[in-house]
């Protein structure tokens, strides 16, 4: 099995800036790619960035310029640089995984949620 740790939300002025974590653990052979995704309270869940294992990114319109995701391969952590945040990023923040388990399978797994707040 995979578990992944988020970790970096909290509660931030507009125009601040906030930094979300997200570290796998556990039986896996590698990880593939890696993304971010949010859900505002009565929306959708929505791709915020993604990133593969060669480093190529991805970001939806409403973020680019402003968030910036990367990766630590040797530590299987993804992460999630947010400056300049509006309160319309208020969103709880999960991070994705794909991971090659040592059956040889990709399986996508979550993180348990990271709440970002942007409010003065």
């Known amino acids: 099995q995979v578990q992944l740790e988020e970790s970096g939300g909290g509660l931030v002025q507009p125009g601040g800036s906030l930094r979300l974590s997200c570290a796998a653990s556990?039986?896996?052979?590698?990880?593939?790619?890696m993304g971010w995704y949010r859900q505002a309270p009565g929306k959708q869940r929505e791709l915020v960035a993604t990133i593969t294992r060669g480093g190529n990114t991805q970001y939806a319109d409403s973020v680019k310029g402003r968030f910036t995701i990367s990766r630590d391969n040797a530590k299987n952590t993804v992460y999630l640089q947010m400056n300049r945040l509006k309160p319309e990023d208020t969103a709880v923040y999960y991070c994705?995984?794909?991971?090659?388990?040592?059956?040889?399978?990709?399986?996508?797994?979550w993180g348990q949620g990271a709440q970002v707040t942007v409010s003065s």
């Open positions: 556990g039986s896996f052979i590698s990880t593939t790619d």
């Open positions: 994705n995984v794909r991971a090659v388990t040592v059956d040889y399978r990709s399986h996508d797994y």
